[in-house]
């Protein structure tokens, strides 16, 4: 089942309810976690961009000759609970073109 969720509840559920803690995937620049989902009672995998693989990425384009990059969802940035500064690496990343 996949879904969108903002940045604050993705740490969220990274910090409280991982059960492998943080993990990066080579192949795709991506970090990713395993989490217990209580309400389903099920084992979840969460996929998801942060600043440090954002800016590979947008390296990436920026090194292939693209002419910009952006984001898919702002709101999933911009979410509530999520800081000021925490949303400036994030549009910071963005700019590593």
């Not at 995998?45 to 984001?71: C, E, F, H, N």
Request: net charge negative.
């Amino acid at each position: 089942m996949a879904s969108e969720h903002n940045a604050y509840e993705i740490a969220t559920w990274l910090a409280v309810n991982s059960t492998t803690g943080w993990r990066w995937d080579d192949d795709s620049a991506s970090p990713f976690f395993n989490f217990h989902d209580e309400t389903a009672d099920v084992l979840r995998q969460v996929w998801y961009d942060d600043p440090a693989s954002l800016g590979i990425k947008a390296a990436r384009a920026g090194a292939m000759g693209w002419r910009g990059t952006g984001a898919w969802n702002m709101d999933a940035v911009f979410g509530p609970g999520l800081s000021a500064d925490a949303a400036q690496l994030y549009l910071r990343a963005l700019q590593a073109m």
